[in-house]
């Protein structure tokens, strides 16, 4: 009985914090907007201005020869959950400096469970972007299959949890709010230029940038975005998921650590009680 009212009251605190998000981002119809300019820019712009400079040649999951603008897609939606991340961990460190964070790790509840609380809301507001920005990619002339679509979904959301994970990671670090548009730059564009979202791995070696090819290897953002590339033709890369779901543990074990006042960086300064 009473771990059935423990696990009702856990449940009821999850929907709190994913509330709590979904109502402050609905409130922010600019926050859509704003995360779904920078893809279709790519998508819409840039793609077709590369479209005869990267040539991309038939390799898997494809089987035929594709257009650029088809290629980059699965980038494009790893760059929307990319930059939601980095958002989600953005509201981390004003709540932390406004003391929202305290009263909720203060909270009856295990302090794993309320972080896991805080990365399934930034996993769903990047999941709801990422569709929003797939339906917008289809209106503009994307083929795709629409059940290998529904197929690829969990993986969306797979990636979405791994990048919102590493957002957690930052806010432990972040201390102020001034500091966070540097390290946002630092993390955000090595992580997205310096992977496959906008060129296949075989033609940075081919090009001979052999550093950069081994770095976009050992990109966990790289095996997100060819884990979604693969499932949106019904495929699975098993190597990209395992990647992507142990990213996942491993970013959350590193936040949860942090945001321990007795071992991490979220410590109470020294003196101070309570």
């Not at 279709?40 to 077709?48: E, K, M, Q, R």
Request: aromatic share 12%; with cysteine.
């Amino acid at each position: 009985m009473q771990d059935t009212v423990n696990l009702r009251h856990a449940l009821l605190a999850m929907r709190a914090v994913i509330g709590r998000e979904t109502h402050t981002f609905v409130r922010q119809p600019g926050r859509l907007f704003s995360a779904l300019v920078r893809p279709l820019l790519w998508l819409l712009v840039f793609a077709a201005g590369f479209q005869n400079v990267f040539g991309v040649a038939i390799a898997p999951p494809y089987e035929t020869y594709i257009e650029y603008k088809v290629y980059i897609v699965p980038g494009l939606l790893g760059m929307v959950a990319l930059f939601n991340g980095m958002q989600s961990s953005l509201a981390m460190v004003y709540d932390r400096e406004m003391g929202v964070m305290r009263l909720l790790l203060t909270a009856p509840l295990p302090r794993a469970w309320i972080l896991a609380c805080k990365l399934a809301a930034g996993a769903m507001l990047s999941f709801l972007q990422m569709l929003a920005f797939l339906a917008v990619s289809l209106a503009f002339g994307i083929d795709l299959v629409p059940a290998q679509v529904l197929m690829a979904l969990p993986v969306f959301l797979l990636s979405a949890v791994m990048l919102a994970a590493l957002g957690l990671v930052l806010s432990v670090y972040v201390k102020q709010l001034e500091n966070f548009a540097g390290t946002m730059n630092f993390v955000i564009f090595p992580m997205f230029f310096i992977s496959t979202a906008l060129y296949p791995l075989w033609k940075l070696e081919e090009s001979g940038a052999r550093l950069v090819y081994l770095l976009a290897t050992y990109n966990p953002f790289t095996h997100a975005v060819e884990a979604m590339r693969f499932a949106l033709y019904g495929q699975v890369q098993v190597l990209s998921l395992t990647v992507t779901a142990v990213c996942a543990l491993v970013f959350f074990g590193i936040a949860l650590w942090g945001y321990d006042p007795q071992r991490g960086m979220v410590r109470r300064p020294a003196g101070q009680k309570g």
